[in-house]
């Protein structure tokens, strides 16, 4: 065998140990690759004689590409605004590779790795390498360049704050799918209150991959309001899948996948939501509300029909293309003299024209046209005075 064979067979053979090590590391499968390039590059310039054993070294030589990736990330994300979810590992027909299965066997939560992305590099690595893979601390010293000693307490410290962080879950993956059963049929049914009875009173929503929804939600009300947003035409594009070991769903558009959620379930209630764009996809996300030629996309079509079957609402200038409703002041109902202050929208009054203008072009306006029509609405139907 030559030495250029002896590498492929070496590399191909331990590939989805280090692909393992890479993604607990960096949470992130892309970033994973391009570690596992590197150490392959490294091993192809190498000698076969110099090393006596090839799964440690190239576990090495991964470690200490990551712990480089991992700082130069930690640098560039000091000017990040917003969350940042894990990117997920998501099986779907559950008949995944001899390396997919090795990345799924024991995976993270994609809880955990948020988690994970709170610890410095060396912590992170000392931490995965040592609870994760058993490696003795001596032989991550050499990774990390510290001495054992302080390899062991970097590693402890981490444990420490991994287990102070980490949300408790129901592990029965079963149980995990009747819970998001239960979040998909409210969600496509639109019913609030059901939504709500999934959702632990505490919850924490975090989305990235996309400017609309990078703010971290807290709470069942605001979280379940920012889910219902998108709709019962947006839920139809979520389908159960394993994400990260756990329940969770993947959202496919008919171009392809578009991201996947993972939920942290705790006595039969979704304790966090962790929602994944993928970034070579995230214009998806927002053809959801305009398409790439300006109309409104799926979900601003899914609030328009239902706005249009309120009295008083109508399409600006009754273009179907427009993204932009005309509610009349009489019947909004919020409006009384120059009570402006009283508008979700004040932006949106035009006072001599009767009308009020409420844009879709954004999660944000989205919501909020649709809770106030929507609040409107409900009290005109109880025979509710419309101001009060």
Known sequence: MTDIG????????????????????LGSVS???????????????????????????????????????????????EDYVGCWVPEPIVDVDEQADPEQQVLMADTVGLALLVVLETLTPTERVAYVLHDMFAIPSAEIAQIIDRSPEATRQLASRARRRVRGAMPQHDADLASQREVIDAFLAASRAGDFDALLAVLDPEVVFRASGTPELQQERKGATDVARTLAT??????????????????????????????????????????????SIDPEQQQG???????????????????????????????????????MLRVGRRELGHLHGDAVADVPLPDALEPDSGWVRIPLDT????????????????????????GT
């Open 31 to 77: 970033e994973s690759e391009d570690a596992l390039q590197e150490a392959w590059l490294r091993l192809s310039r190498s000698q076969q004689a110099t090393i006596d054993n090839a799964r440690a070294w190239l576990t090495t030589i991964v470690g200490r590409v990551c712990i480089d990736m991992l700082r130069a990330r930690r640098s560039r994300r």
């Open 230 to 275: 998108f709709g019962p035409h947006f839920a139809t594009m979520c389908h159960p899948a394993t994400v990260n070991g756990q329940a969770g769903l993947v959202i496919r558009t008919h171009q392809g996948p578009l991201g996947a959620a993972g939920f942290t379930i705790r006595g039969g209630l979704i304790t966090t939501v962790d929602f």
């Open 363 to 386: 999660e944000e306006s989205a919501q909020r046209a649709l809770a106030l029509m929507r609040g409107n609405y409900e009290r005109g139907k109880a025979g509710e005075p419309s």
């Open 6 to 25: 002896w590498e492929t067979e070496q590399f191909q053979r331990h590939r989805p140990h280090l692909k393992a090590v890479a993604y607990r590391m």
């Open 285 to 323: 996300l927002e053809n959801l509300l305009r398409d790439p030629r300006g109309r409104p996309g799926a979900v601003a079509e899914r609030i328009i029909d239902e706005a249009l079957s309120w009295p008083g609402v109508s399409r600006e200038n009754g273009h179907l293309g427009s993204l």
